[in-house]
């Protein structure tokens, strides 16, 4: 084969394959949801607990860059595995106007609950344009319990033995975490929910032992093979996504989001996570 055509062949074939991989970034992945299981082990965790479900969802992103009957489809797959519990942590809208606050309500007749219980708290983009309108948070606040989701802001929850604290967003006008650590309790099982994972890094825990279930990344989105993420919107670019031990008696999970604030994923699918609770050892 003569150079000029090899040439020629390998640039149809690589133009071919960006094409392929463009196409499938753009339509295929943003909806490839992925159920994760894993185990959760909590200390003091009730015997009646043991066995128990904790669905954790993030970063829907409801707006009018994205399909939400993608977001009304994977609630309907997720209800059929019907949790225990169910936690959202953060980012219901991409906030441009209240076209989206409607947009979300009609999701949210399709909201995935637990047999047990609902918690929620808010992340960055609930807060509207630069993260600073208080009136969008109440409003997605209030859309949210109006349907039984029980919102956490800088406040605890106990359910059956189980104390859930819920931070406001890190970036939000609303960021008191000292208010949520003060709900700690050590004599009960704990789970902090945290939108953004760079508030592990401050020094605001009290000692805190549990999980924190985190969102906010994306898991960065598109992850060239073999290389970390191209865009993390986090400080500490260890906080990708997944489990996180922070050696200190805190783990922290980071969930890769159900939603896209732009439609492209690569190599970082959507998930659900589906935690088995357990007694820690």
């Known amino acids: 084969m ?50 128990k479900t904790l669905m954790q969802i993030s970063d829907v992103h409801i707006g009018n860059s994205f399909d939400y009957q993608y977001i009304i489809d994977a609630f309907k797959e997720a209800q059929e595995l019907r949790p225990d519990f169910v936690v959202y942590t953060g980012d219901y809208v991409t906030y441009e106007d209240n076209e989206q606050i409607t947009q979300l309500r009609e999701v949210l007749k399709f909201v995935v609950k637990g047999t047990l219980g609902t918690i929620g708290i808010l992340g960055n983009h609930d807060y509207g344009i630069d ?48 208010k949520t650590i003060e709900k700690y309790n050590p004599t009960k099982a704990n789970i902090t929910l945290c939108h953004n994972p760079d508030v592990c890094d401050l020094p605001v825990w009290n000692n805190f032992t549990g999980w924190i279930l985190s969102g906010h990344t994306h898991g960065g989105q598109v992850k060239p093979p073999f290389l970390p993420p191209l865009i993390l919107p986090v400080k500490n670019k260890n906080y990708d996504a997944g489990i996180k031990d922070l050696n200190d008696g805190r783990t922290l999970y980071i969930n890769r989001a159900l939603g896209c604030l732009r439609q492209v994923r690569f190599n970082v699918r959507p998930e659900i996570t589906v935690f088995k609770l357990l007694k820690e050892v």
Do not use: C
């Open 2 to 51: 003569k150079r000029r055509s090899f040439i020629k062949k390998s640039f149809r074939w690589l133009a071919g394959l960006g094409l392929l991989t463009g196409f499938y970034s753009w339509q295929i992945e943003p909806f490839w949801i992925q159920f994760v299981h894993l185990k959760m082990p909590l200390r003091n965790l009730p015997d009646a607990l043991v066995g």
């Open 131 to 178: 993260f600073v309108e208080e009136p969008i948070a109440k409003s997605i606040t209030e859309s949210l319990e109006d349907v039984g989701v029980t919102m956490l802001r800088n406040d605890a929850v106990e359910i059956a033995g189980l104390n859930f604290l819920g931070m406001d967003d890190f970036w939000g006008s609303n960021f008191y975490p000292e």
